[in-house]
């Protein structure tokens, strides 16, 4: 009946918690289809299908001229990798197991490591995907050059972080209406495939239509992606510290109205759902 918690330090703590979260993530990878492998196959797949929808659809459309000046195909590939881990990571943040869930019930366990484990593990497997596209391209097609590879990669990681931090304020409104925040996050990411960018270069677009595009985060991180990867283009109307300042102030709301809500759950939220 009476415990007594023993003390433990800072860095037991840290790494107890870090194993807890690499446990969830293994189990959040697993989770979709019951197999790493299978995973990763399927969101490959997925990534293909949409590099090959995207440049039939230029192709049929006459708009490859409005492409930079250099590899067609990872000038797709630059919108959608960024895209596609945007989104994903927008929805794995949303459907995480929240503090209703019956894996709560287990002491450890907390809302903490069960959103941080959705997106490592939303994290892990577009990282993979990214490379074994290029590395399929590049062995069977044409060799593949990046100007900077590491700035390319930073805009990954910042698609990623800009939609953990939105998918955070979906999450912590979701229990107070299911339904339209729902289908308010169905209808941002469905908005992305124009909103994003990704079929355009911002440098070209005059400024009554720019306007309509720069409050994205995921437009600006796109068009900087393809200043990093082609060296024959230089993005004038687009920022890094945008999303950075963007992704940071959405997450700390995210934070604090998943903590308002976590305060204020009832297991009835979720009996019609």
């Not at 415990?3 to 446990?23: C, F």
Request: with cysteine; charged share 10%.
């Amino acid at each position: 009946m009476f415990q007594r918690t023993p003390r433990v330090s800072g860095i037991y703590a840290a790494a107890s918690l870090a194993e807890l979260i690499y446990h969830s993530t293994v189990r959040s990878i697993r989770k979709s289809s019951g197999n790493a492998f299978v995973g990763l196959l399927m969101n490959v797949s997925q990534t293909i299908v949409l590099v090959i929808t995207f440049y039939v659809m230029f192709t049929v459309l006459g708009l490859r001229g409005n492409a930079i000046r250099g590899d067609f195909l990872l000038y797709i590939m630059t919108g959608i990798f960024l895209f596609m881990t945007h989104s994903k990571a927008l929805g794995a943040v949303m459907g995480s197991e929240g503090p209703t869930s019956a894996m709560m019930k287990h002491a450890p366990m907390n809302t903490v490591i069960a959103i941080s484990s959705a997106a490592l593990g939303c994290l892990y497997t577009q990282l993979l995907s990214v490379f074994v596209v290029l590395f399929l391209y590049h062995v069977a097609w044409t060799p593949v050059h990046i100007e900077d590879p590491i700035g390319a990669i930073g805009m990954i990681l910042l698609s990623w972080f800009t939609g953990v931090a939105i998918g955070m304020v979906f999450l912590a409104a979701k229990p107070w209406a299911p339904g339209f925040f729902g289908l308010a996050a169905s209808i941002y990411s469905r908005a992305n495939m124009i909103a994003s960018g990704k079929m355009f270069l911002a440098n070209t677009l005059p400024h009554w239509m720019l306007v309509m595009f720069d409050w994205n985060p995921l437009f600006h991180t796109i068009d900087q992606a393809r200043g990093f990867t082609f060296i024959n283009y230089n993005p004038h109307y687009s920022s890094v510290s945008y999303p950075v300042y963007v992704g940071i102030t959405l997450l700390m709301i995210g934070l604090m109205g998943e903590f308002f809500t976590r305060k204020h759950v009832s297991l009835s939220w979720t009996a019609g759902q």
